[in-house]
T-cell receptor, first 120, second 114 residues
């Protein structure tokens, strides 16, 4: 699994299998989490997000699970396809900063990523 | 099409050159960001602009100079760079007012400093 700031793990699966990519986060105050996908030669692409008042959120073929007790986030991809091969990043909104107008915003902290390879 | 366009896609420059990276967002967002992505390291935030005002400079060396003339355009001016500055430079935008709004990234400029 992935831990924000550590090594770059890899996951290799067969086409049609389900994939699970894990992420451990460190800040218990984080209240918003995002998964990004980055294909070779491209920038990170938003996949799905989840707020800390939820445990699970589903998208198209993807599900994000949040376990606040152990500070763990996972991304499940159903029926993985070769086009899903990419680096997957989790990000947490761990720091609040106030701008001059008094509106707070969060700063995203990114993990190092997990390389997913899907074999046909 | 990501809605965030970066040019050039690739740039090779010598340490004495001056060059600029350009970013344009077509999403109607009011915040723009520069990130640096190096091999085997997490994305590093460099600068944040909210409504054209710089709100974050994440201890970036002065050889990197950002410019945000309006909410849709962002530049990164480069001068006297070092080889270790070689990386993928990513621009992103978001709706700043929401603390929980995702970043939308461009495809980056691959910079090589020789």
């Amino acid at each position: 699994g992935e831990s924000v700031g550590l090594h770059l793990p890899t996951l290799s699966v067969q086409e049609g299998d389900n994939s699970i990519i894990n992420c451990a986060y460190s800040n218990s105050a984080s209240d918003y989490f995002i998964w990004y996908k980055q294909e070779s030669g491209k920038g990170p692409q938003f996949i799905i997000d989840i707020r800390s008042n939820m445990d699970k959120r589903q998208g198209q073929r993807v599900t994000v699970l949040l376990n606040k007790t152990v500070k763990h986030l996972s991304l499940q991809i159903a029926a993985t396809q070769p086009g899903d091969s990419a680096v997957y990043f989790c990000a947490e909104n761990s720091k609040r900063v106030a701008n001059a107008g008094g509106t707070s915003y969060g700063k995203l902290t990114f993990g190092q990523g997990t390389i997913l390879t899907v074999h046909p | 099409e990501t809605g965030v366009t970066q040019t050039p896609r690739h740039l090779v420059m010598g340490m004495t050159n001056k060059k600029s990276l350009k970013c344009e967002q077509h999403l109607g967002h009011n915040a723009m960001y520069w990130y640096k992505q190096s091999a085997k390291k997490p994305l590093e935030l460099m600068f944040v602009y909210n409504f054209k005002e710089q709100t974050e400079n994440n201890s970036v060396p002065s050889r990197f100079s950002p410019e945000c003339p309006n909410s849709s355009h962002l530049f990164l001016h480069l001068h006297t760079l070092q080889p270790e500055d070689s990386a993928l430079y990513l621009c992103a935008s978001s709706q700043f007012q929401g603390p929980n709004s995702p970043l939308h990234f461009g495809n980056g400029t691959r910079l090589t400093v020789t």
